[in-house]
């Protein structure tokens, strides 16, 4: 079993930027994907960034030149850092993490983030 747990939401004004930290209860090099998903209100969860273990990433395209995705597998902890967000960029940010072996899928309970303009 992994645990994730997210960090750093919270409320920006529209230009700003914020940091959401992932923590993970096991090492995340032995995590084949981590990811970043968002589901505003009323819209189903979409993918917003993930990395691989071997450190290729994937960006959803509202958020390309924006957002970046990293980690420190020192700290066990994946970052998503957010850029000139946007109104639309509100909703609640999950954590994912992915393993093959053993087999999981596992979900943070979500961080809240909120852009007013």
């Known amino acids: 079993q992994v645990q994730v747990v997210e960090s750093g939401g919270g409320l920006v004004q529209a230009g700003g930027s914020l940091r959401l930290s992932c923590a993970a209860s096991?090492?995340?090099?032995?995590?084949?994907?981590m990811g970043w998903y968002r589901q505003a209100p009323g819209k189903q969860r979409e993918l917003v960034a993930r990395?691989?273990?071997?450190?290729?990433?994937k960006y959803a395209d509202p958020v390309k030149g924006r957002f970046t995705i990293s980690r420190d597998d020192a700290k066990n902890t994946v970052y998503l850092e957010m850029n000139s967000l946007k109104s639309e960029d509100t909703a609640v940010y999950y954590c994912?993490?992915?393993?093959?072996?053993?087999?999981?899928?596992?979900w943070g309970q979500g961080t809240q983030v909120t852009v007013s303009s």
């Open positions: 994912n993490a992915q393993r093959n072996w053993p087999r999981g899928d596992y």
């Open positions: 096991t090492s995340i090099s032995s995590i084949n994907v």
């Open positions: 990395m691989t273990s071997g450190g290729f990433t």
